[in-house]
């Protein structure tokens, strides 16, 4: 016979077959480990190098340079709220338009063939095509102008249409495409113009009601995962925001009629709560080897919460079930505890408590004729930032951030605004300082100068940063998150040119949300934007933790990840993920590891928002062997170029004087609330 005899031969010449191909993979790995190390090493080396010749170079060629084209800082951009209170939303009523089958049909192949909207669940997608309205034009009409406001997107069914960009034909579109989906996101200027060459029919959704519905979509079924969380035993206890975090991984799965969803004796890691349809639990007897039938499972009902307590082998069989909703045991092993110690951080003992409330009396008592303006730090839209010295001390300066009132109305920051106030008056920290004043034109925001070196916008002649600087950035921006995520505050506006050493940067879109709460407004600079951000699904700390792998990445080789021509491309390639991007070899294995795990696109997977929090990305390999303690002491060497006195910009761009005229005086609704 000898068959049986002949497979376990040939099974075990495979096994030691696998077992060498394993050997020889774990060489190589070591051996590319070796390599990369020796890479780096060159890389420090040559950035030596580079660092003794270029400030003889560079200075020759600075101000040659920034003459021609100072350095510009990435526009940031912010959504204006929904017109509906949240809590209402899902009373809302939407507008309903009847169309034909015909209609519906190519409304919803037009946006599942658009890079963007085939993001969108299906049910969201069928909102959309029945709250889409008709609208036509003759030819010869132009629907988009380019730089105008706009706020509709729009699926084209009959006619063509031409698209133009400054003049220059792009293309012509046809029936079944979408365009003008931008709009949608936030308010923003049309990036093009739309002609029609012929009468065209098209169907249109405005923002108000697109965003009604992703954020509706969300709310209704957090909402309902919730109410299945708080009637399992299992998570009896748990604080709320661990609730919520759970509701954010319960993913649905659908099954036919038959499926079997465990069977007896396998290994399960996930914990299945029914949504709808029925189960039946049946156990083989181990006697008679006949199915026994146990028990039946409907809408609420639960089974498989044994793996998640790290008993993974299942005894029952499942089936007959249309649809459940699950938790995977990893999101649950990984999630559990993230938040239990969250009403004790940030807090404060008295010594410092004392410090500050001197420092409030201190500024509480200046006045804007107290100070000299010595120097303009930057400009942008909002206005300007100067560097201002106090009359009576010219040892203290300050960094005065002046905002024009008419700007904030016309662009409807006046929340950001009170918010960013408020918020660095909570944060009690050594990095931050502020006091505020106002006149009829402008509003003034009093802060710390630093004069240290930005270290950003990257400017071409240093092109990227070393493997050393950017984690001495990145770990700064690491300790900042922690101080400001345990004040349940998100920041939402990192990148490069916010980065000032010693110093938080911009607070303008920072919100204060609390734990394990959300929001939804559009706002960050695109190619720094989450990917739930974009959806609408609702943003939290999360958000901030994809930014800081933006942010290492862009460090390390001189610009992000993810970049098109307009922020519309940008945000498709934002939404294939991190994974398709290819990157470059001087990022090295540990730092391109911690960036993936950064940018993962469930929020609930990211580093830094799982048990540990923080403590996962400190303990990354990446980061083995950095002073943590020095970094907060203030002890540790910065990279940075050091300033001879209170008044030494050096390390800032030469700007203009500010011969603009000054607006009317309006004080807009400020009287009183700054």
Not at 285 to 296: K, P
Not at 605 to 618: A, P
Not at 635 to 654: G, K, Q, R, Y
């Amino acid at each position: 016979m000898g068959t049986l005899r002949d497979l376990q031969y040939a099974l075990q010449e495979k096994i030691e077959e696998l077992r060498q191909r394993d050997a020889l993979i774990d060489e190589l790995e070591l051996e590319l480990d070796q390599k990369d190390e020796l890479i780096q090493k060159l890389q420090n080396e040559l950035d030596k190098y580079r660092s003794v010749i270029r400030p003889a170079t560079q200075q020759v060629q600075k101000h040659s340079e920034l003459q021609e084209q100072q350095r510009t800082k990435r526009q940031a951009i912010s959504a204006e709220p929904t017109a509906f209170d949240i809590q209402e939303l899902s009373h809302v009523t939407l507008p309903f338009n009847p169309k034909s089958a015909q209609s519906k049909d190519l409304i919803k192949e037009a946006i599942l063939d658009n890079d963007f909207m085939k993001n969108l669940e299906l049910s969201q997608i069928q909102e959309i095509v029945d709250c889409m309205y008709p609208v036509e034009y003759s030819k010869d009409s132009c629907i988009i102008k380019e730089g105008d406001v706009g706020s509709l997107v729009y699926v084209m069914e009959d006619g063509k249409v031409e698209v133009t960009k400054e003049g220059l034909k792009l293309c012509t579109m046809g029936p079944g495409k979408v365009f003008g989906e931008l709009a949608i996101l936030y308010n923003c200027t049309r990036t093009a113009t739309v002609k029609t060459l012929t009468n065209v029919k098209l169907w249109a959704i405005d923002r108000q009601c697109f965003q009604t519905i992703m954020m509706r979509t969300g709310l209704i079924k957090h909402a309902e995962y919730m109410e299945f969380l708080k009637s399992v035993p299992t998570f009896h206890g748990l604080p709320e925001e661990i609730l919520s975090k759970l509701g954010d991984v319960l993913e649905e799965t659908h099954y036919e009629d038959g499926d079997y969803i465990i069977r007896q004796g396998a290994r399960g890691d996930t914990f299945f709560i029914i949504s709808k349809g029925k189960v039946t639990v049946t156990r083989e007897d181990a006697a008679s080897q006949e199915t026994v039938y146990l028990r039946s499972l409907g809408k609420g009902d639960w089974f498989g919460e044994k793996a998640l307590q790290g008993n993974q082998i299942s005894c029952l069989n499942t089936d007959l079930i249309t649809l459940s909703t699950f938790i995977n045991c990893w999101s649950y092993k990984h999630l559990i505890g993230g938040l239990e110690d969250v009403s004790s951080k940030g807090s404060e003992d008295a010594e410092a408590k004392a410090k500050y409330e001197a420092e409030n009396a201190f500024f509480f008592n200046l006045h804007l004729s107290d100070f000299n303006i010595i120097d303009t730090l930057g400009v942008g839209g909002f206005g300007r930032v100067e560097l201002v010295q106090l009359k009576s001390d010219e040892y203290k300066t300050f960094a005065m951030k002046i905002l024009k009132k008419r700007h904030i109305v016309d662009t409807r920051q006046q929340e950001h605004i009170r918010s960013e106030k408020l918020i660095m008056q909570e944060a009690h920290s050594d990095f931050i300082t502020v006091q505020t004043f106002k006149d009829s034109k402008y509003l003034y925001m009093l802060h710390e100068a630093c004069l240290e070196e930005s270290c950003g916008p990257i400017p071409e002649t240093r092109g990227s940063f070393d493997d050393s600087t950017t984690r001495f950035y990145t770990a700064c921006v690491v300790e900042a998150f922690a101080y400001l995520h345990s004040k349940g505050i998100i920041y939402r506006d990192l990148k490069p040119e916010n980065l000032i050493l010693d110093h938080r940067g911009d607070f303008g879109f920072a919100k204060k949300i609390g734990f394990g709460k959300k929001t939804w407004t559009f706002c960050g600079t695109p190619e720094y934007v989450a990917p739930e951000i974009i959806l609408n699904k609702g943003h939290d700390i999360s958000a901030d933790y994809w930014s800081l792998g933006i942010l290492m990445y862009e460090l390390l080789t001189g610009s992000p990840p993810f970049s098109g021509p307009d922020p519309m491309k940008t945000y498709n390639i934002i939404l294939r993920g991190i994974d398709m991007i290819e990157f470059p070899k001087k990022i090295t294995k540990n730092a391109a590891n911690l960036i993936k795990k950064l940018c993962r696109d469930t929020p609930s997977e990211r580093l830094g928002n799982l048990k540990n929090g923080v403590k996962d990305i400190q303990k990354h390999k990446w980061f083995e062997g950095f002073n943590w303690e020095g970094l907060r002491k203030g002890t540790l060497t910065p990279p940075s170029s050091p300033v001879t006195s209170a008044t030494d910009t050096s390390n800032f761009d030469s700007f203009p004087e500010d011969n603009e005229d000054p607006p009317p005086d309006d004080n807009s609704g400020w009287d009183g609330d700054f």
